[in-house]
């Protein structure tokens, strides 16, 4: 069991949200335009969670009771990997453009055996 807590913050205080995995980066590490953000994961995404936050953050993994371990939700191989998360999520304001949605930083983790 992995003890990883994903926490994403600074969003909207109640924004409904989707945390997903990935096993690349978008465009090698630059990402590319996707709502009023950047989509950073690319490569057999993996939906991991849908939540909605709370005071602007939201967690998951292994400090947020009833929640999987991130590494067995993702499927990650014992053998180890490294894949990506990000979270997506509602943003109706507008922004930098017309999009409803917007995403956090993306964070990397190598996962060893």
């Known amino acids: 069991m992995d003890s990883v807590t994903l926490l994403a913050t600074g969003i909207l205080p109640t924004a409904i949200g989707l945390l997903f995995q990935g096993n690349g980066q978008q465009a090698g590490g630059l990402g590319g335009t996707f709502g009023d953000g950047l989509l950073c994961v690319n490569q057999n995404v993996l939906r991991?969670?849908?939540?909605?936050?709370?005071?602007?953050?939201?967690?998951?993994?292994?400090?947020?009771?009833?929640?999987?371990?991130?590494?067995?939700?993702?499927?990650?191989?014992?053998?180890?990997?490294?894949?990506?998360?990000?979270?997506?999520?509602?943003?109706?304001?507008?922004?930098?453009?017309?999009?409803?949605?917007?995403?956090?930083?993306?964070?990397?983790?190598?996962w060893l055996p």
């Not at 990997?81 to 017309?98: G, L, N, S, V």
């Open 48 to 110: 991991l969670s849908i939540r909605n936050a709370s005071g602007g953050s939201v967690a998951f993994g292994y400090s947020v009771p009833g929640d999987p371990g991130i590494a067995s939700q993702g499927q990650v191989p014992a053998s180890g990997a490294t894949r990506y998360y990000q979270h997506w999520y509602r943003d109706a304001a507008p922004f930098c453009t017309a999009g409803t949605f917007n995403l956090t930083n993306a964070v990397r983790i190598d």
